[in-house]
């Protein structure tokens, strides 16, 4: 049972053009989302965070979008660069239930140039 | 600081042979996790720890053993590997507020013939 879901496996985008990755979860109880990238041979890297009590957070070209109705979050990318080609986790975890944090099955981002 | 530090990198095992993974982290984090990442399946938990002297069961915990004796360290015992168990193994902390991020480690890549 996948909580949290990234149905795209992959996604390719032309430099300079917006990407969104997208993110659907199912348990209602989440109350913070997080997206991580990870480059190959690495650990994960923290990205960007929103917290259930928002709709929206930024950060430079990171957007994160929530719409808790109907239990989505996106990962807007402005403009997209060559660098942010890797492999993106979206993660939710809810403080009741030990604060562990779930993770989708990522999905690969290429930017091509 | 060094955050948190994953060892060895590479390992290959005999089906049946034990190990221990070791994971340090300087971030006096009260949280930390065992993931594992398998093509398709995204970061799948599979022990954590809230604390020292405390560890619970994540998704897929089978296999595995975990203790947590000291804040900054926390051990992943595999007790006879199979290769089912092949994986990239993940450490990852995080502090124990509310809607902080984890911090991962580099990875060991584990095969297991």
């Known amino acids: 049972d996948q909580q949290v879901k990234q149905n795209s496996p992959s996604l390719s985008v032309q430099e300079g053009r917006i990407s969104i990755l997208n993110c659907d979860y199912t348990?209602?109880?989440?109350?913070?989302f997080l997206w991580y990238k990870k480059y190959p041979a690495e650990g994960p890297t923290f990205l960007i965070s929103?917290?259930?009590?928002?709709d929206k957070n930024e950060d430079g070209r990171f957007t994160v979008f929530l719409n808790k109705s109907a239990k989505h979050l996106s990962l807007h990318i402005v403009p997209s660069q060559p660098g942010d080609s890797a492999v993106y986790f979206c993660a939710a975890s809810a403080l009741v239930g030990g604060n562990k944090l779930v993770f989708g099955a990522g999905t690969i981002l290429r930017v091509k140039s | 600081n060094a955050g948190v530090t994953q060892t060895p990198k590479f390992q290959v095992l005999k089906t049946g042979q034990s190990m221990t993974l070791q994971c340090a982290q300087d971030m006096n984090h009260e949280y930390m996790s065992w993931y594992r990442q398998d093509p398709g399946m995204g970061l799948r938990l599979i022990h954590y720890s809230v604390g020292a002297g405390i560890t619970d069961q994540g998704e897929v915990p089978n296999g595995y053993n975990v203790s947590r004796s000291t804040t900054e360290d926390f051990p992943l015992r595999l007790l006879s590997a199979a290769p089912s168990q092949t994986s990239v193994y993940f450490c990852a902390s995080r502090s124990g507020g509310v809607n902080t991020e984890a911090f991962f480690g580099q990875g060991t890549r584990l095969t297991v013939v």
């Open positions: 348990n209602s109880m989440f109350d913070y």
């Open positions: 929103i917290s259930s009590i928002k």
